[in-house]
């Protein structure tokens, strides 16, 4: 008696498209890992320009010598006196810093947020469609089951 293929007829054919559309079904979840990744990451430079934003607020109308708690990270702080209230030195990149008025950095700043928020919408937009695309792969793979 021959060895039977328990494939149907055609069955090097389709499994050929099941490798095929399970190798496009990995390549799309790596791709939304990536997305998510992304987004998380911008996220976080979002809340951090947030919360220099904040801190600019609170240093607004107030004066040389003004005592205040700094945040240090891990929920810790230090005691300060501001030197200069009127000055921010705000970085612009690979090392650079420039001394700016407070109105000045906050509005660097915001139109920095401002074009992480457009890049975060990008991103989202990426991951829509992504997910749609994985959807109609998994439609598709359940047709080989």
Known sequence: MPDEDPVAPGGAEQEEQIRELIARIQINQQRMDALQQQANLIQLSLNDLDNALKALTTLEGKDEGHEMLVPIGAGSFVHARLASPDKVLIGLGAGVSVEKSVADSKGIIQSRRSELEKVLLETTGAMEK??????????????YQ
């Open 130 to 143: 992504v997910a749609a695309e994985l959807v109609r792969l998994q439609q598709e793979a359940q047709k």
